[in-house]
């Protein structure tokens, strides 16, 4: 059964960094494109950054050059470094594994950040 189980969120200080960690288990990570999604109240759940097999990164226009996706395949994990975060990052943010074969997809069940002084 595979579990995709993130950790990290909480109340920052607009500035402030939080550093988003989410583990997977019960399949081979290193075949799984990895990224980060966030929804905001009343708006769409959207794509803040992605990390494929060979770890080539891709992240939204909002977050680039202050947000940083990273894998360690021997650690099954998939970290989302957040620096200088503003009023408007405050999301639930959600893991997403994707198979690279198959179209499997498992989502977390999210975890929450709130950016305000």
């Known amino acids: 059964q595979v579990q995709v189980v993130e950790s990290g969120g909480g109340l920052v200080q607009p500035g402030g960094s939080l550093r988003l960690s989410c583990a997977v288990s019960?399949?081979?990570?290193?075949?799984?494109?990895m990224g980060w999604y966030r929804q905001a109240p009343g708006k769409q759940r959207e794509l803040v950054a992605s990390?494929?097999?060979?770890?080539?990164?891709n992240y939204a226009d909002s977050v680039k050059g202050r947000f940083t996706i990273s894998r360690d395949n021997a650690k099954n994990i998939v970290d989302l470094q957040m620096n200088n975060l503003k009023p408007e990052d405050t999301a639930v943010f959600y893991c997403?594994?994707?198979?690279?074969?198959?179209?499997?997809?498992?989502w977390g069940q999210g975890t929450q950040v709130t950016v305000s002084s």
């Open positions: 997403k594994a994707a198979a690279v074969v198959g179209g499997l997809v498992y």
């Open positions: 019960g399949t081979i990570f290193s075949l799984y494109v």
């Open positions: 990390i494929d097999t060979t770890s080539f990164t």
